[in-house]
């Protein structure tokens, strides 16, 4: 259940509140030089307490190898990396072992695991685990940009509150080097100031808000992936609904593009320079669950945080009574913006087996 991937296998492992979590990577091709220094920074993107719209918990999230890394550079054995919880308060959980907190995974956890599951900071299903896949995801990024192949994401929306949206057909290199270094990505930063005050809104009055992300892979050969239950769309799916908090994802003009005409929706190919592309991009890059060469684009919907401070109704699952809870600990008003990177990350693995899968890397 904590496993991913065929050609390149991640194996991430731990609990939020545990000594420590980390991933196995097995698969990596060796002889791959690392540039660490750029690992720490998609890992600081991700991390809690450097910002006022996220969870003040502090962890420096910095990862010990323990395996399959000599002089930076991959040996073909076994990746294994440990990052240490330095920064917990486990009492702030010891009410929700017989209260569940809603919309977390508490409940089904519990039924699950016959009540033996760590509830500490969410245990297994914390986004905690988040960190060890984007370490995972940041060496595959680099190994993939030394193909020529860019990912990065930004905020599409938090609330109602919207950016703009990527340019299926032409993606300057400039802005995906820009945002996949961003710690509050957006493609049109003046959006920030109202993004914030909304996102501070919901934090002063106990409460939290959703949104949604858009990602873009570029530089993707065409022919790579596979029809039926191959296909990009389902690789990639699959590995981002592995995130905590994802709750949907579209690709393309996704649920937009239902409301259209064939006429209006479909991107017609020409020819540039030799090379064919299409004059559109409702496809997202992705035919019969193949590229098409043209840049990959997906949107995931992100829901509100679910650990809120004020009072919420529950069950006590000991006396079997409805309930209530006033949920302590420190969370994030908006998951959204550390889970730009995370985004990222996990493309960056599917993308690294799909490629892998074709020979193509």
């Not at 006022?52 to 002089?71: M, N």
């Amino acid at each position: 259940m904590s496993s991913w991937g065929n050609d390149v296998k991640i194996s991430i492992f731990g609990e939020s509140h545990g000594n420590g979590i980390g991933v196995v990577i097995d698969g990596l091709p060796a002889g791959e030089k690392l540039d660490f220094d750029e690992i720490y920074l998609q890992m600081s993107r991700r991390a809690p307490g450097n910002d006022k719209a996220t969870t003040p918990r502090l962890e420096k999230d910095f990862p010990e190898i323990l395996s399959g890394i000599f002089d930076n550079t991959t040996t073909g054995a076994p990746l294994c990396a440990v990052i240490k919880n330095t920064n917990t308060r486990s009492q702030d959980y010891g009410n929700v072992l017989k209260n569940p907190r809603p919309a977390h995974a508490d409940y089904t956890g519990y039924v699950r695991y016959n009540g033996f599951n760590d509830i500490r900071g969410g245990g297994h299903f914390s986004g905690r685990l988040t960190a060890p896949l984007v370490f995972a995801g940041a060496i595959c990024r680099q190994i993939l940009e030394r193909k020529g192949i860019k990912i990065a994401a930004h905020i599409s929306s938090i609330g109602n509150i919207e950016d703009e949206r990527f340019n299926g057909t032409d993606i300057p290199h400039e802005l995906m080097d820009r945002l996949s270094k961003a710690k509050f990505g957006l493609i049109d930063q003046v959006r920030e100031e109202k993004m914030r005050a909304l996102i501070e809104e919901c934090r002063m009055s106990q409460d939290s808000i959703g949104g949604t992300i858009e990602c873009a892979v570029t530089g993707m050969p065409a022919g790579a992936g596979s029809p039926m239950f191959g296909g990009i769309e389902n690789v990639i799916s699959s590995i981002v609904f592995g995130i905590p908090a994802v709750k949907g994802i579209e690709f393309g003009s996704g649920f937009e593009g239902s409301k259209s005409r064939g006429s209006q929706n479909n991107d017609e190919f020409y020819y540039d320079n030799g090379v064919v592309k299409t004059r559109t991009n409702n496809h997202g890059g992705i035919l019969g669950g193949i590229s098409s060469g043209m840049p990959i684009i997906f949107r995931t919907a992100i829901k509100p945080t679910p650990s809120i401070s004020r009072k919420q109704r529950t069950v006590d699952l000991n006396n079997k009574t409805d309930s209530e809870l006033e949920i302590n600990g420190r969370h994030d008003p908006c998951i959204v913006v550390r889970a730009v990177p995370v985004i990222e990350s996990a493309t960056a693995i599917a993308i690294i087996n799909i490629l892998s899968e074709v020979h193509k890397l």
